[in-house]
Nanobody, 115 residues
Framework: QGQLAESGGGLVQAGGSLRLSCAASGGIGSFKVMAWYRQAPGKEREYVAR???????DYAGSVMGRFTISRDIRKNTLYLRMNDLKSEDTAVYYC?????????WGQGTQVTVSS
């Protein structure tokens, strides 16, 4: 329980869209909060978006209005819909979840936006 696996990354042109998925073993309903982070080359990992167990979303200012976080409890999957992608969105994207006192991370998926 607690294993997370991202998918859906790839190469996209600026202005394009991608949807990332994060499959959670054991179900996502148990997580207090789930989130997406990203890390660009040479930069620290940064917060992108989160969703609480109650379904309330929150976003970093840099992605507000372009990205949408959601989840499908039946499919045990967290999503990040990314629209109007910019070159500065290029990064490895990670999903993470807080379960009890533990925090779990996926292995990441690469998103590359070409200008």
């Amino acid at each position: 329980q607690g294993q997370l696996a991202e998918s859906g990354g790839g190469l996209v042109q600026a202005g394009g869209s991608l949807r990332l998925s994060c499959a959670a073993s054991g179900g996502i309903g148990s997580f207090k909060v789930m989130a997406w982070y990203r890390q660009a080359p040479g930069k620290e990992r940064e917060y992108v978006a989160r969703i609480t167990a109650g379904g309330d979303p929150d976003y970093a200012g840099s992605v507000m209005g372009r990205f949408t976080i959601s989840r499908d409890i039946r499919k045990n999957t967290l999503y990040l819909r990314m629209n109007d992608l910019k070159s500065e969105d290029t990064a490895v994207y990670y999903c993470t979840g807080a379960l009890g006192t533990a925090t779990f991370w996926g292995q990441g998926t690469q998103v590359t936006v070409s200008s």
